[in-house]
């Protein structure tokens, strides 16, 4: 008899010790199920700013037995491009067998803040050789990382042959 309410009594104790390990889980996961997701308020406009950066190709001049590619960067607007970057790059071709290419002044130039309406003009020199010929100066704008965008990105190149 006494062996039967010891177990009896172990048995209760299991029990609760189940219940009260079901009882703290169910107050762990109940906010969790209950809780609603937020509601938009339509009245708040979420605008999302935009700079249309355009890469324009200006000219080429002879310097020193090689070119000097001119072009010029603009925002377009109508915001502020917060961090501007172009790549630029001239292009020589040639070798022995005429097909050969090399690249000079290739690099990434950090413009900056650039406003609307404003714009920053950027270089590309090409030195030729007697196996290697200027063949083109070319520019690429890209906006860095951050809330603004670029509407057009199909005007943020430029190539001058």
């Known amino acids: 008899m006494f062996a039967f309410q010891q177990l009896i009594a172990g048995s209760r104790r299991t029990a609760l010790g189940f219940a009260a390990i079901a009882l703290a889980v169910t107050a762990l996961v109940a906010p969790a199920s ?9 009245s ?4 999302v700013q935009q700079a ?4 324009v190709a200006v000219g080429k001049t002879a310097v020193n037995g090689g070119f000097e590619y ?7 607007g109508p915001a502020t491009a ?3 970057y172009v790549y630029q790059e001239a292009i020589l071709v040639g070798g022995a067998n005429g097909l050969a290419t090399q690249y000079q002044d290739n690099r990434w130039v950090t413009v900056g803040s650039l406003a609307p309406g404003k714009s920053y003009p950027i270089k590309v020199y090409c030195k030729q050789s007697l196996s290697y010929k200027c063949s083109q100066g070319d ?3 890209k906006l860095g990382a951050g ?3 670029d509407p057009n990105p199909n005007d943020n190149s430029a190539a001058i042959k």
Do not use: G, H, Q, W
């Open 34 to 42: 209950t809780a609603r997701a937020a509601t938009p308020d339509p």
């Open 44 to 47: 708040i406009v979420m605008s």
């Open 52 to 55: 249309d950066l355009r890469a």
């Open 70 to 76: 001119s072009f010029s960067v603009t925002n377009a």
């Open 82 to 84: 917060p961090m501007v």
């Open 139 to 141: 520019i690429f704008v």
């Open 147 to 149: 809330p603004i965008s």
